[in-house]
């Protein structure tokens, strides 16, 4: 258990629609990252959050945004949705201050179909 | 680009034998490394990590050696046991962007009976 929760595990939507994911980071933690995982592939990194703002971004378009709340917890939305969107959606968790945490932990994903 | 490379796509290996994992960065601002196990249709499970000011460290059955001169880092697993069997990425981060990693493409490691 990281104490990282993803929001839904699974779900289909239709090429053009738009999509939400949820994440809730471990206790303690106040940045949130994203990460697009495709078949056979290693986790790309989407961007990151901190103190509700955004702190970095992969090679994204815009159509990929995100929000996080004051309790640190995040979203990510997808518009526009392409049939390469389809992928398991990862956040992950992790301390970022004086002095920074040594572990960044996952949450167990959102898998995203897009037909 | 690809800055961090797991060349091997696959490993098979015994059951108490040791599985050695390998891994290749090429940006130098890469300070801090972390290896995760991958099961189907689960999240990464952290492992084990190495800042670059050591070039060990240990935990239980898992060791992670890093060499900064030819930017490469190895994890090894001893004994190797059946629950073992998944994916392993490997992971890098530059201090000053705590949490924007860079994965590799994942080695799958098989144990045997």
């Known amino acids: 258990e990281t104490g990282v929760t993803q929001s839904p595990t699974h779900l289909i939507k239709t090429r053009g629609q738009q999509v939400t994911l949820r994440c809730s980071s471990q206790s303690g933690h106040n940045t949130v990252s994203w990460y697009q995982q495709a078949l056979g592939q290693g986790p790309q990194f989407i961007f990151q959050?901190?103190?509700?703002?955004?702190?970095g971004r992969g090679n994204f378009p815009p159509r990929f945004s995100g929000l996080q709340f004051p309790n640190y917890s995040s979203e990510l939305n997808v518009n526009a949705l392409e049939l390469d969107d389809s992928a398991l959606y990862l956040c992950a968790s992790s301390f970022v201050g004086e002095i920074s945490g040594n572990t960044i932990y996952f949450g167990e994903g959102s898998w995203l179909t897009v037909v | 680009d690809q800055q961090v490379k797991q060349n091997s796509p696959s490993l098979s290996v015994q059951e108490g034998r040791i599985s050695i994992l390998n891994c290749d960065y090429t940006n130098s601002m890469f300070d801090y490394f972390l290896w995760y196990k991958k099961y189907p249709a689960e999240g990464p499970t952290f492992l084990i990590s190495?800042?670059?000011?050591?070039d060990k460290n240990e935990d239980g059955r898992f060791t992670v050696f890093l060499n900064k001169t030819a930017k490469h880092l190895s994890l090894h697993i001893v004994p190797s046991q059946p629950g073992d069997s998944a994916v392993y990425f490997c992971a890098a981060s530059p201090t000053d962007s705590w949490g924007k990693l860079q994965f590799g493409a994942g080695t799958q490691v098989v144990v045997t009976p």
């Open positions: 959050y901190y103190r509700e703002e955004e702190n």
């Open positions: 190495i800042s670059s000011i050591k």
